[in-house]
């Protein structure tokens, strides 16, 4: 900073007309892209503004970046820099008034290398306090008291290029069983984001074993995922735009080899790579996850954007969907919890959980309610073709775009009464969480 100052923008919009205050949660349609490996050493000056940072350091989107906390300020700050170099981000808090804030600011600025970025959190609320910080290279000022997304929104901002194409975002679809239509699911909101909203999509098949992606668009494609996941030295966004396979205009397919010749036995970070490269210039990308519960499995959920869990209404989906969407959200406490939809509900002559007992185990309502229609998906299937390209005017076809809508920030799930369950294992489960 300072010195070095010149080319330092100012990160995040700060509204000097507003009145000092917590900023809200984060909305709903908006998208924080996960910061890099970098480095964050933090001074803060009230256990409040450390608590939130250190909340933050938890956060997913921070989750490659290594936080340190110290108490002390700017003073400590510059202390601690006289014999050592620099983090990538240095965040101060800063209780006192301006001249005394700048003058630390001035002797941090002596120590500090040129590439550090400075985020400041202070009381003071004055434009010419701004402009002053702004001279000396400050990246972001957030008015305390902070929240911990603030914390998360002001780091990740220092990375993200304001320049370059939106940064992908991306949906995970799971099942709460094998076989209840999650890659369905997918497959068909996938399509519905490309066609009805005109999103670049991909669809990534994550099921590398039996996954049907391939064969639900029709398509057989040489190259996938696979050679992405088996070969991490050469991923980048190039390469990776070479294994997709065009469907429609906006949506491409990342294929599963669906092929048995070697074991898919992966850690945790295996795909990491292949996200990141497909973030970079894709806005949406739907992950198919397979039905199981792995280091992989998990990573891929916590740090998705959002996440579907597809179940279909019988009381072991109920169990599973609620200790996914549980751990889910006690995973990821500053995001918007898991939404979920019932699948293949009114089999006949099947007994059935209802929707209203669904809402009520996971004390939300499911984004959408899909019948059990055999002669539709087994037709669409055996075409390879989406529900929506059979017939378009179906009412399930419009509730794939429903999905896709609320999944992309572009509705609200649509809110029921959920009756009182008359079902004695919903205490149970409730008791549980
Ligand atoms: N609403 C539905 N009605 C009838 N069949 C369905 C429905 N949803 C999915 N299916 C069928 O269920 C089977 C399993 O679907 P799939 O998407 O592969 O499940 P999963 O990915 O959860 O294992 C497929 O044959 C699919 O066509
Ligand atoms: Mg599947």
Redesign the pocket.
């Known amino acids: 900073m300072i010195k070095h100052a010149q080319q330092v923008a100012v990160a995040g919009p700060v509204d000097m007309a507003e009145s000092p205050s917590i900023s809200p949660d984060l909305a709903a349609d908006e998208h924080i892209a996960p910061a890099p490996r970098v480095s964050i050493q933090a001074f803060c000056e009230t256990v409040e503004t450390a608590a939130a940072v250190q909340a933050a350091g938890d956060d997913r989107r921070l989750a490659k970046a290594h936080l340190k906390i110290q108490m002390g300020g700017a003073a400590a700050a510059s202390e601690a820099y006289r014999s050592s170099p620099t983090p990538n981000v240095i965040l101060i808090e800063s209780e006192s008034r301006a001249e005394q804030l700048l003058e630390n600011l001035d002797q941090l600025a002596e120590v500090c290398d040129p590439g550090t970025r400075v985020v400041v959190v202070g009381r003071i609320n004055d434009v010419t306090f701004y402009r002053e910080l702004t001279k000396r290279g400050v990246s972001d000022y957030l008015i305390a008291p902070v929240g911990t997304i603030d914390i998360v929104r002001a780091v990740c901002g220092l990375f993200s290029q304001t320049d370059a194409k939106p940064v992908g975002r991306i949906l995970a679809v799971v099942?709460a069983?094998?076989?209840?239509?999650?890659?369905?699911?997918?497959?068909n909101v996938g399509w519905a984001i490309a066609r009805d909203l005109a999103l670049d999509a991909v669809v990534t098949d994550l099921?590398l074993p039996f996954g049907?992606a391939g064969l639900d668009f029709n398509q057989d494609p040489p190259q996938g995922i696979a050679d992405a996941v088996f070969s991490p030295d050469r991923v980048d966004t190039a390469f990776i735009d070479r294994l997709l396979s065009k469907c429609t205009d906006h949506l491409s397919l990342l294929a599963a080899p669906a092929t048995l010749d070697r074991v898919y036995d992966f850690n945790a970070e295996a795909f990491d790579g292949v996200l990141d490269a497909l973030r970079t210039n894709i806005p949406c990308i739907v992950l198919?996850v397979?039905?199981q519960w792995s280091a992989w499995t998990k990573r891929l959920l916590v740090s998705a954007d959002d996440i579907l869990v597809?179940a279909s209404p019988d009381l072991a989906n109920l169990r599973n969907a609620k200790n996914i969407v549980d751990i889910l959200k006690a995973g990821r406490p500053n995001d918007h919890r898991p939404y979920y939809c019932l699948?293949?509900?009114g089999v006949p002559k099947r007994p059935e959980i209802t929707p209203a007992d669904f809402a009520k185990a996971l004390e939300d309502d499911p984004v959408a309610v899909?019948?059990?229609?055999?002669q539709?998906?087994?037709t669409?299937?055996n075409n390879g073709q989406m529900i929506a390209e059979m017939s378009s005017n179906h009412k399930?076809a419009e509730l794939f775009r429903q999905i896709a809508q609320v999944l992309t920030g572009r509705a609200e799930v649509k809110r029921s009464r959920s009756a009182l369950s008359a079902l004695p294992f919903l205490g149970k489960l409730m008791k549980k969480a």
């Open positions: 099942g069983k094998g076989g209840v239509g999650a890659s369905t699911v997918a497959h099921d049907t198919d397979p039905h597809v699948n293949q509900v899909i019948p059990f229609e055999p539709l998906f087994g669409a299937a399930t």
